[in-house]
């Protein structure tokens, strides 16, 4: 497998010998790869809307080199584990040195958005961030507002730096990284700072971000505990993830990584079931590009309901159980 | 340690704004202090009450009315703020993080300040840049999305929220960025004797077009449009014509 890969050291000092033309092939920043060495499903997303960009090649940069890549990708960039977001930030500097590419992408996730704005200062770019659409090679679409209103900017620079919304863009599916070329980066360790420990959490529940199907509370469930009845109608249903509003989270009922809206995940699943969610303007923000809404609240005038495309008024802990049990296995 | 804490004039949250003639329409729209701000000047006037800071300066860029969110972070507990005066809109239509984090930048040398507190992002503009860019520019670490500080005003440690969970970390030295996330604390209301008293603390003024900074958009607003509206919905009237509906309508189950 490796042996038809080439690798060559490049450090920030020496001047980068790639045969392609790098102003105008565009660079995708990859999220950090699961435990299994996978890329993230933001990733694949970020190289789709990449490839809408008109560059003439797409490049990978990621800590390690993961098992398969993005069709497409023409040649990785590899700067090694384990270092926080002023290295990642560093590594895309280095990548970017002597020759700038035309475009240079990441995910809009919490990962995305602490590493795009210092590239920004250290490259001295102006990023467009949240990009729903492209329009064209120099121009985006982006919410503000929580989504009430859209943007549709036009970037000076020339080079592009952008973080795209996963949700709006399809996964390029992953392909053996055989036959592409992979060039390690040298980079310089970032002293000011250490990583301690990390809590993920239950590493077995579906992820948010990538579930075709979400069941989220709001603070009607009243509990953290009630939350297991959202759990069992998520097993029951498949292939779904549970999330929250910022109500439950900011009650504790719910942990932080999975309330859904403006300031939390934007999420567009085939299906959402919002339960005991009134609706506010920050919550439908996060998940009013999903397919298919239900609504699950006994107040009728309740915000959700002007996104519903179905809404049943009705007691949450009649309702839900009710549906788990009905639901073909 | 001296914290200054950036704060937003934002558009109120629970405010829907409407798009018209190509813009968002601000008039008489209810203004507040972007809520991320608020937990950060929240977290500064504790980390001064815990006394490891001196001193909380409270720092905003916007036009005269924003005197106001200077007032209520003077209220909460900040000993002094600084206003940078413009007339241009900071809801990213205008003046972008670009401009606004090399205006920080000027003011946290002018002040040597050892922690700057920022929000996560402001509500209107949805960028969430300022911070990291910030810290890039002064070359500092930054821990975006704390949810907890921990510090003796020489080091600190940081738990923040990650896509998949918390991870914690730690600044070996100061000065660095944190920006703010909702876990981190419950911000305190005002008392009215602290309104009083924040009417007489320094508030320094400053015109942006006089800083020497570039202030004009790199990234040009084309157009704004209000996003296509989903088709209506409908009420059902029990959990088996939702059923029905979800597999033989909307064909999202079997």
């Known amino acids: 497998m490796l042996s038809r890969t080439t690798r060559t050291l490049i450090s920030s000092s020496t001047t980068a010998t790639s045969a392609c033309r790098r102003w105008a092939s565009t660079l995708v920043v990859s999220e950090p790869l699961s435990k299994d060495g996978t890329l993230s499903a933001g990733t694949q997303s970020t190289v789709t809307a990449a490839s809408q960009l008109g560059g003439d090649s797409l490049t990978l940069l990621v800590e390690e080199m993961p098992s398969q890549i993005p069709e497409g990708i023409s040649n990785v960039l590899v700067y090694g584990k384990g270092g926080l977001s002023e290295y990642v930030s560093s590594a895309v500097q280095v990548a970017a040195e002597g020759s700038p590419y035309g475009h240079i992408v990441a995910p809009a996730s919490k990962f995305g958005s602490t590493i795009v704005p210092r590239i920004a200062a250290l490259l001295s770019l102006s990023p467009v961030t949240d990009v729903i659409e492209i329009v064209s090679p120099d121009t985006f679409v982006r919410p503000i507002y929580a989504g009430n209103a859209l943007a549709k900017v036009q970037a000076s620079d020339t080079t592009k730096l952008l973080s795209v919304r996963p949700t709006s863009f399809d996964k390029t599916p992953l392909v053996d990284a055989a036959g592409a070329d992979v060039q390690e980066l040298d980079v310089p360790a970032f002293a000011g700072s250490e990583f301690v420990s990390e809590s993920t959490g239950n590493a077995d529940k579906v992820d948010l971000g ?15 505990d009630n939350f297991v009845l959202l759990d069992e109608l998520a097993t029951k249903l498949g292939d779904c993830a549970v999330g929250a509003s910022r109500a439950a989270v900011d009650a504790g009922m719910a942990p932080n990584d999975t309330q859904v809206g403006q300031t939390g995940k934007v999420v567009a699943p085939d299906l959402y079931i919002a339960v005991g969610i009134s609706g506010a303007i920050q919550h439908l923000s996060g998940m009013r590009d999903s397919k298919t809404i239900v609504a699950i609240n006994t107040d009728p005038d309740a915000p959700i309901f002007s996104v519903a495309d179905y809404g049943l008024k009705a007691d949450l802990f009649e309702a839900v159980p009710e549906l788990t049990g009905k639901l073909k296995t | 340690m001296k914290i200054l804490v950036g704060v937003k004039r934002v558009v109120d949250y629970a405010v829907k704004v409407r798009v018209q003639n190509n813009t968002v329409d601000l008039k008489n729209i209810k203004m507040s202090l972007n809520p991320f ?27 005269k009315q924003a005197t106001e969110t ?19 809109r900071t809801d990213y239509m205008e003046l972008q993080p670009f401009a606004v984090s090399q205006i920080f930048q000027k003011i946290v040398e002018e002040e040597n300040s050892d922690l700057v507190l920022l929000g996560k992002q402001g509500i209107d503009s949805d ?28 080091s600190m440690t940081v738990e923040r929220e990650t896509d998949s969970g918390t991870e914690t970390i730690k600044i070996s030295q100061l000065p660095a960025v944190v920006t703010c996330d909702l876990r981190l604390n419950e911000p305190r209301y005002a008392t009215l004797p602290n309104i009083m008293k924040a009417k007489k603390k320094k508030v320094d003024t400053r015109a942006a077009e006089d800083m020497g900074i570039d202030l004009a958009p790199r990234n040009q607003v084309l157009e704004v449009y209000e996003p296509p509206p989903r088709k209506e919905g409908i009420m059902v009237e029990n959990m088996d014509e939702l059923i029905d509906k979800l597999k033989n309508e909307a064909g999202v189950i079997a």
């Open chain 1, 210 to 224: 990538s579930a075709s199907r979400i069941v989220s509370g709001g603070r009607a469930l009243k509990s953290g």
């Open chain 2, 37 to 63: 701000c608020e937990i950060a000047i929240e977290e500064a006037v504790r980390l001064k009450e815990q006394k490891v800071a001196d001193e909380v300066v409270a720092m905003t860029i916007g036009p």
């Open chain 2, 127 to 154: 960028c969430g840049q300022t911070g990291p860019m910030l810290a890039g520019l002064l070359g500092w670490p930054q821990v975006t999305f704390a949810a907890n500080i921990e510090t003796d005003g020489k």
């Open chain 2, 70 to 88: 200077l007032r209520t972070a003077l209220a909460m507990g900040a000993d002094r703020a600084i206003h940078i005066t413009t007339d241009l």
